[in-house]
């Protein structure tokens, strides 16, 4: 079977950290594109960062620029995303997505079902 499955959320403080991992089944995520999205309550969905096929490019949204990055373990066929100097405004669904290309570029081929990160004190 063909998934994506995000883990790693959660509820965390202020000022502290998670690792999202996005592992993949039925592909090999190194022939792969991937991104990370979030969406928050009553708001559209919105990019994060996106991770080239060769690890030779990334992307971060600006808004989280400095504070999350993005990695990939292609032997265990897992993306990464760890999140430092987590904000309020950090709570969301987060999304991974994979697209068989070398850059991230719509339509997506696979999306995962998202994990929660809430953060609150």
């Known amino acids: 079977q063909v998934q994506l499955v995000e883990s790693g959320g959660g509820l965390v403080q202020p000022g502290g950290s998670l690792r999202l991992s996005c592992a993949a089944s039925g592909f090999t995520l190194d022939h792969y594109a991937i991104g990370w999205f979030r969406q928050a309550p009553g708001k559209e969905r919105e990019g994060v960062s996106c991770?080239?096929?060769?690890?030779?490019?990334?992307y971060y949204a600006d808004y989280v620029k400095g504070r999350f990055t993005i990695s990939r373990d292609n032997a265990k066929n897992t993306v990464y995303l760890q999140m430092n100097s987590l904000k309020p405004e950090d709570t969301a669904v987060y999304h991974c997505?994979?697209?068989?290309?070398?850059?991230?570029?719509?339509?997506?081929?696979?999306w995962g079902q998202g994990t929660q990160v809430t953060v609150s004190s």
């Open positions: 997505a994979a697209v068989r290309s070398n850059w991230c570029v719509v339509p997506y081929d696979y």
């Open positions: 991770i080239s096929r060769s690890d030779s490019r990334i």
